[in-house]
């Protein structure tokens, strides 16, 4: 099975801030991989997937970027509706496995 | 508009047998694969099952193969997930999820979720 690890597990910042969050994956993936935004009680929500391609509806502070192993997911400009956690998944390979998250909270 | 509305779920006992249901309404719904994707209580997202839109092709997580059945009637718009010898790590959120034009395995709508619950 291919492992996906993001880093930070959580990052504290202020409306405004630049956010970058991190995956990795154990094996290369070519660019299949996805982000998704979960708030708590919710679903998760389809930001970016092919590693950069934006999904229809998402705002364009969001950006993705990275190929093979390592990739990035960029909040350019943190607004309020976006304290969440962040996952990654790998849509390359089955099993179709996710990162563990990276929260996203007020600083 | 896409809607996923899952129904179902509850309490169970292990070894016991639960159906899901997710009806779908807002798009062509025998052109998607659709999956089943669960989140243990305060943990991450596990990928469960998927199925082709003609229900032709199927896949399964390692940890439910042989035990949960996926499903789907494209006269109803509805997805199934039948789950037997139901164990106490089985305990989630399940959501469905809706397959996208660019890959069936990149979720671009989800349902609500219905809480799995596997206890004595």
């Known amino acids: 099975d291919i492992q996906m690890t993001q880093s930070p597990s959580s990052v504290s910042a202020s409306v405004g801030d630049r956010v970058t969050i991190t995956c990795r994956a154990s094996?290369?993936?070519?660019?299949?991989l996805a982000w998704y935004q979960q708030k708590p009680g919710k679903a998760p929500n389809l930001l970016i997937y092919?590693?950069?391609s934006l999904q229809s509806g998402v705002p364009s502070r969001f950006s993705g970027s990275g190929s093979g192993t390592d990739f990035t997911l960029t909040i350019s400009s943190l607004q309020p509706e976006d304290f969440a956690t962040y996952f990654c998944?790998?849509?390359?390979?089955?099993?179709?496995?996710f990162g563990p998250g990276t929260k996203v909270d007020i600083k | 508009e896409v809607q996923l509305l899952e129904s179902g779920g509850g309490l169970v006992q292990p070894g016991g047998s639960l159906r899901l249901s997710c009806a779908a309404s807002g798009f062509t719904f025998s052109t998607y694969a659709m999956s089943w994707v669960r989140q243990a209580p305060g943990r991450g997202l596990e990928w469960v099952s998927t199925?082709?839109?003609?229900?032709?092709?199927?896949s399964y997580a390692d940890s439910v193969k042989g035990r949960f059945t996926i499903s789907r009637d494209n006269s109803k718009n509805t997805l199934y997930l039948q789950m037997n010898s139901l164990r106490a790590d089985d305990t989630a959120v399940y959501f469905c999820?809706?397959?996208?034009?660019?890959?069936?395995?990149?979720?671009?709508?989800w349902g609500q979720g219905t809480l799995v619950t596997v206890s004595s």
């Open positions: 999820a809706k397959g996208s034009t660019s890959s069936a395995w990149v979720f671009d709508h």
């Open positions: 998944q790998q849509a390359n390979s089955f099993p179709f496995t």
């Open positions: 092919a590693a950069s």
């Open positions: 094996q290369g993936i070519s660019s299949w």
């Open positions: 199925i082709s839109g003609s229900g032709g092709s199927t």
